[in-house]
């Protein structure tokens, strides 16, 4: 890995984690310009790209021999991750939960060196909750985290991650003991979308019937937030199909650095790319990891996605 002063990326990261939140929160989703890309789903509004432009102003003078890839100025096809030091960013992720005013949406900052995740920033403004995680040194997260900086009071102590200590996280059972987030994402169509809702199906009927009785199941609305969830310990699995890099580059260092590991979301594949689009993360857990990703990927069965690029 090039030489990197990670720490100085996070710190500036936090600095600028804090300046995307002020903008979103003086927002009003009510009355922003709205438009849509692939479909009536897949939105985005004049804040995404306004927090986009802040964002890259600021890392591209802070940082200028890095590169810079943003959600809302990718170019598909024409953008790639090469193994340069590069910030992977989502100016808001979350963004029909943020048009709704659902308190579900946060900003991801991610930098990765040789297409590894190294540093992950991920900031949700409306609970002033900040996770953070930096390559070989842990996971964090903070409550009332922008208090601090803005001198009003002090923000609560960074705990670490995950939430439990990462010294003997409880052990991972079988999938009926199982919280799992699931995501439709924005395609709705295909066979991407027939092979997700047949594994949602299996995943939450029974035993007999041949499904994985998942003891529940969850939609963030937020790759970034349901990767850090699985970080604290909160949620046990993610799984998803569709989503991009910048969606997944900062919570997977945060998951890394919290003892978690991320799969592919394709049966059989224990690596899986930064911009594979398919993922299957695991939170930390003294033992039954690997298990469980097989019991998942036996859920899925034969069928694959497939996501272009
Ligand atoms: C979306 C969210 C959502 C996921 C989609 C993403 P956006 O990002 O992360 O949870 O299901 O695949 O595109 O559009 O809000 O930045
Ligand atoms: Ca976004």
């Known amino acids: 890995m090039a030489s990197v002063n990670l720490q100085q990326v996070h710190d500036t990261l936090v600095s600028v984690a804090f300046e995307a939140g002020r903008m979103i929160l003086a927002a009003n989703p009510s009355s922003i310009s709205t438009d849509t890309k692939l479909n009536a789903v897949d939105i985005v509004t004049e804040t995404d ?5 802040m964002v890259s102003t600021r890392l591209r003078a802070a940082f200028p021999t890095f590169a810079f890839v943003g959600e809302e100025t990718y170019q598909a096809g024409v953008t790639r ?62 409550r009332n985290a922008s208090l601090e ?19 003997n996280p409880p052990p991972l059972g079988d999938l009926s003991s199982a919280l799992v987030s699931i995501e439709w994402g924005s395609q709705r169509d295909g066979e991407n979308f027939e092979l997700k809702a047949r594994t949602f199906r299996k995943l939450a009927a029974s035993k007999e019937n041949g499904g994985g009785m998942v003891g529940g199941m969850r939609s963030l609305g937020s790759a970034a937030l349901n990767l850090c969830a699985c970080a604290a310990g909160q949620l046990d699995i993610y799984w998803e199909g569709g989503c991009y890099a910048w969606d997944v580059a900062a919570g997977w260092c945060i998951l890394n650095e919290a003892g978690g590991m991320m799969a592919s979301g394709n049966p059989g594949e224990w690596e899986t790319e930064l911009d594979s689009r398919v993922y299957l993360a695991v939170r930390g857990a003294s033992r039954g990891q690997k298990e469980i990703v097989e019991e998942f990927w036996r859920v899925i069965g034969d069928g694959r996605m497939e996501y272009k690029h």
């Open 49 to 53: 790209q306004a927090v986009e432009r």
């Open 81 to 142: 991750i090469t193994d340069a030091p590069t910030f992977v960013v989502d100016p808001i992720d979350g963004t029909t939960n943020f048009v709704h005013s659902f308190p579900n949406a946060c900003i991801s900052l991610g930098l990765v060196v040789d297409r590894v995740p190294a540093v992950g920033v991920v900031y949700n403004p409306f609970q002033d909750l900040l996770f953070t995680g930096v390559k070989g040194k842990g996971a964090f997260m903070q």
């Open 149 to 167: 900086v803005e001198g009003k009071g002090r923000g609560e102590k960074k705990v670490r991650l995950p939430l439990g200590g990462l010294a």
